[in-house]
């Protein structure tokens, strides 16, 4: 989970710098400043992604499954340079927090995770947002 100082924008990016990597995103939850039972501002929302995405709408529909195969992840990148996933929440809102899961179900997807940002803010493409 990364925690939002209050921050306000409209786009969420996760990016993961580097070549040959790959984003495999389960699920990407967006929550206002309050406590757990505040509404998933990420949940259907569209999103654009690295080309070669497949079951590119798995990481906003509420199903946090770790199990790439269930269909429950968005692969992203497929070994391309600087994947990335943009979430547009529709409206500028404030954000406090981002929880991000990633697919649990190979030895080495966690070392796929090196160097990777969320940026939130204004800027649809998410590059020229803070890193957070």
Known sequence: MIECPRLVGRYVTVYLKG???VLQL?????????DE??????L????TKTG????????????PNTNYFGHSCALLGGGAKDPFF????GHVTKVGKV???????????????DKFQVRF????????????
Do not use: H, I
């Open 99 to 113: 929880r991000l899961w990633y697919s649990g179900d190979c030895g080495y997807c966690p070392y796929m995770l």
């Open 44 to 47: 259907y929302q569209p999103s």
């Open 86 to 89: 943009t979430l547009d929440l």
């Open 26 to 34: 389960c699920e990407v939850q967006v929550f206002e400043p309050c």
């Open 52 to 63: 070669g995405a497949a079951y590119p709408d798995a990481a906003t529909d509420g199903n």
């Open 121 to 132: 803010g204004m800027d649809a493409n998410g590059m020229g947002n803070p890193v957070r």
């Open 37 to 42: 039972s505040c509404y998933n501002l990420a």
């Open 19 to 21: 070549a040959l990597k």
